[in-house]
Structure formats: C-alpha cells, structure tokens
C-alpha cells in the first residue's frame, strides 16, 4: 500500500508533531523543496541538523503528508495533499469522535463559544447557496 492510500483511507489521519508541523508549512507555502531548503527555512526558529530535518521528511512521508521524487541524488520533497484537504479530513475526525458525526452539533457549539460569529456565518451562508446552484 502506497503512503498516500494509508494517509487518504477512512481511518484517521496520523496527527503531526510541533516540528513535523512546522515543516508541513513550509512545504505547503513553499511547495517542493529539498530537505536542506527546508532547514535553512527553518533554522531561525527551529534549528536542526540535516540528518534531523531528514528523518522528520521520512516520518512525514510514512504518514502520507508528503511524497518525494528523486533528482539525482537529492530528494525533492511536496504535499501529497492539499492544506485544506488535510484540514478537512481531521475535523471530520473530530466531528465523528466528539460530535457523533454531525457536523450540525460542531457549528453550534462553535457558535456558542464565539468560534463563528454572525459574519462568518453569513459568508458560510453565501459560499453553501453558490455551491448549491451549481
């Protein structure tokens, strides 16, 4: 089974560390990358050494947030899936674990800790009736 199948399948997505985070946007602003373009990126706030920068990319790809190809000798990293792809898929995570899979239950209860405000919803509101008349 190829990473992005585990990574795409109907469990979970795996959840990302601090670092592994700060890596995944990197790659998604900056799109492919090699792992030494990602650690300098990176070094002012988070310094690593390469081989440190390299096993996190490889952790990265087991779990399916990248894929690289090969240019030579050097890996040339991307997302093997969209920021919002992702982002989608771990709050429909949390909307079967919390909400018993309704995301009715989820947008209440972001409305009633001021999550959303009237604003939000409106524009939400707008967005759902230009989809519909697709």
């Known amino acids: 089974m ?3 199948e585990r990574f795409l399948g109907k469990g979970r997505p795996k959840n990302l560390g601090e670092v592994e985070q ?3 946007d990197y790659v998604w602003t900056h799109g492919p990358c ?3 373009a990602c650690r300098e990126a990176l070094a002012e706030e988070r310094p690593m050494k390469e081989s440190t920068i ?3 990319l490889r952790r990265l790809e087991e779990k399916g947030y990248v894929a690289h190809e090969t240019s030579g000798r050097t890996f040339i990293y991307r997302a ?3 920021r919002q792809n992702v982002a ?3 709050v429909k995570s949390i909307i079967d674990r919390f909400c018993g899979g309704s995301a009715e239950q989820l947008v209440i209860g972001m409305v009633d800790n001021q999550v959303l405000d009237r604003k939000m919803l409106e524009r939400l509101t707008r967005k759902i009736r230009k989809g519909s008349e697709k």
């Open 54 to 56: 390299r096993t996190v």
């Open 80 to 82: 093997a899936e969209a």
């Open 34 to 36: 090699t792992s030494e």
């Open 88 to 90: 989608a898929r771990a």
């Open 22 to 24: 700060a890596v995944m």
């Open 2 to 4: 190829r990473n992005t």
